[in-house]
């Protein structure tokens, strides 16, 4: 099985900085990653496929790079709608997801 | 629009059995790639079970294979979890999502919880 790590687990930020999560996955995965926003009692959304394309009508702000093993979901100008839970998931090989890394209001 | 429906959570004492739903609009469940995603209470996510357009093969993740069935009905344009043999650990919210093929998720539901507890 293909092991996603995210880091941080928590991150503290305030309205207009710009943040950068992190995505290692334990073997090659191509760009076969995508990249959720998940808030409280809610569906996860997907922001960002195939590791940097972003799904239609996801603010441009959002943005993902990264290939192989290492992969980063970056937020250029953190928004108030933004402080939420972000998860990777892998869909090399079945499908895996990070455990999340909770973006909280500093 | 598409809009992903789940029902049928509940409690459930260990080792009894369950049936979740999903019923779908704006989309053709038997055209999709059709999932189960769960969470369990504070934690992360977990792919669970597809079941692929067209023929409708399907592929589970090894913690639920052999217990869990995954299914659709056509004419109700619904997807269904059938649960047997549950354990605690499968307290979960479960989620139906659409899948891009077998790859991400665009489409999700709310959500429904299933406790197993005695």
């Known amino acids: 099985d293909i092991q996603m790590t995210q880091s941080p687990s928590t991150l503290s930020a305030s309205v207009g900085d710009r943040v950068t999560i992190t995505c290692r996955a334990s073997?090659?995965?191509?760009?076969?990653l995508a990249w959720y926003q998940q808030k409280p009692g809610k569906a996860p959304n997907l922001l960002i496929y195939?590791?940097?394309s972003l799904e239609s009508g996801v603010p441009s702000r959002f943005s993902g790079s990264g290939s192989g093993t290492e992969f980063t979901l970056t937020i250029s100008s953190l928004q108030p709608d933004d402080f939420a839970t972000y998860y990777c998931?892998?869909?090399?090989?079945?499908?895996?997801f990070g455990q999340g890394t909770r973006l909280e209001i500093k | 629009e598409v809009q992903l429906v789940e029902s049928g959570g509940g409690l459930v004492q260990p080792g009894e059995s369950l049936r979740l739903s999903c019923a779908a609009s704006?989309?053709?469940?038997?055209?999709?790639?059709m999932n189960w995603v769960r969470q369990a209470p504070g934690k992360g996510l977990e792919w669970v079970s597809v079941?692929?357009?067209?023929?409708?093969?399907?592929y589970y993740a090894d913690s639920v294979r052999g217990r869990f069935t995954i299914s659709r009905d056509n004419s109700k344009n619904t997807l269904y979890l059938q649960m047997n043999t549950l354990r605690p650990e499968d307290t979960a919210v479960y989620y139906c999502?659409?899948?891009?093929?077998?790859?991400?998720?665009?489409?999700w539901g709310q959500g429904t919880l299933v406790t197993v507890s005695s």
């Open positions: 704006g989309l053709t469940v038997s055209s999709n790639y």
């Open positions: 079941i692929y357009s067209g023929g409708g093969g399907t």
């Open positions: 195939k590791a940097s």
């Open positions: 998931q892998q869909y090399n090989s079945d499908s895996t």
């Open positions: 073997q090659s995965i191509s760009s076969r």
């Open positions: 999502a659409r899948g891009y093929f077998f790859n991400y998720f665009d489409h």
